[in-house]
């Protein structure tokens, strides 16, 4: 399994073995120049790991919500090696990826958040297995806690102090993640190993759209919208995430 994340202020690729053993992995902040820094860092993982691409069996990759240009670098680099050589490719948000590391407390709720500027976040709720409570969703930081159930909370994601200072307001028991801020191929990798294991490779042939969670400000003529999978996002848009 070779997984990797341009989607946003970070740039990472991880491969797992068979048994879902960490072969090879690693990890940079990004927040610009993705495009020319991912195949030159697939290609050291792969030194890393002894592996040639011949070898990978399997992909997965960031959807969003992340930065428009690093977004489309990854899934078109995926898709592409998908492609060419027959593989499944699993999508995974980068919501999941970074609330998969954190460990809750009993009776906390976990909330992957970002930061979407104009006083919004991207958020997502999941309980202390990692399962998913709400949809990825784009919402006001006032209206925020309306969407996060439970009243002990562990935040995570670049959004997560936004977050925090309004549940706190709210009443609610917070605390901050020691996880990462940004997605890490590393458990993209192993989200998408257990999807794969669970649901087979052939639920994975079709290639992964982006995730979009906020209409573009961009207009065709006649006030049309741009196809959705070619909408930039603004905010996503901007190269710091």
């Given at each position: ?28 902040a990004r927040t610009r120049g993705h495009a020319e ?76 958040a970002f930061d979407a500027r104009r006083d919004e ?121």
């Amino acid at each position: 399994m070779l997984a990797f994340d341009t989607a946003q202020g970070a740039l990472s690729a991880a491969i797992l073995g068979e048994e879902g053993d960490v072969l090879a992995h690693r990890f940079e902040a990004r927040t610009r120049g993705h495009a020319e820094a991912l195949m030159p860092l697939v290609e050291a993982v792969l030194a890393d790991a002894g592996l040639a691409l011949e070898a990978i069996g399997a992909l997965a990759v960031t959807v969003g919500p992340g930065t428009f240009t690093g977004l489309r670098v990854g899934l078109a680099a995926a898709r592409g090696i998908a492609l060419a050589r027959a593989l499944p490719l699993v999508g995974v948000t980068t919501l999941e990826a970074v609330a998969a590391p954190v460990e809750a407390l009993p009776g906390e709720t976990i909330a992957a958040a970002f930061d979407a500027r104009r006083d919004e976040i991207y958020l997502q709720a999941f309980d202390a297995a990692h399962a998913p409570l709400s949809e990825p969703m784009l919402v006001a930081l006032e209206d925020a806690a309306a969407h996060v159930p439970g009243k002990a909370v562990v935040i995570a994601g670049t959004g997560a102090e936004l977050l925090a200072a309004e549940l706190k307001a709210r009443g609610l028991s917070v605390r901050l993640a020691g996880a990462a801020p940004q997605p890490d191929a590393l458990w993209i990798a192993r989200i998408a190993y257990a999807r794969l294991a669970a649901h087979g490779p052939d639920r994975f042939r079709a290639p992964p759209a982006p995730l979009y969670l906020r209409a573009p400000d961009a207009k065709l003529p006649g006030g049309r919208d741009p196809a959705p999978d070619s909408a930039q996002d603004p905010a996503e848009g901007d190269a710091r995430p």
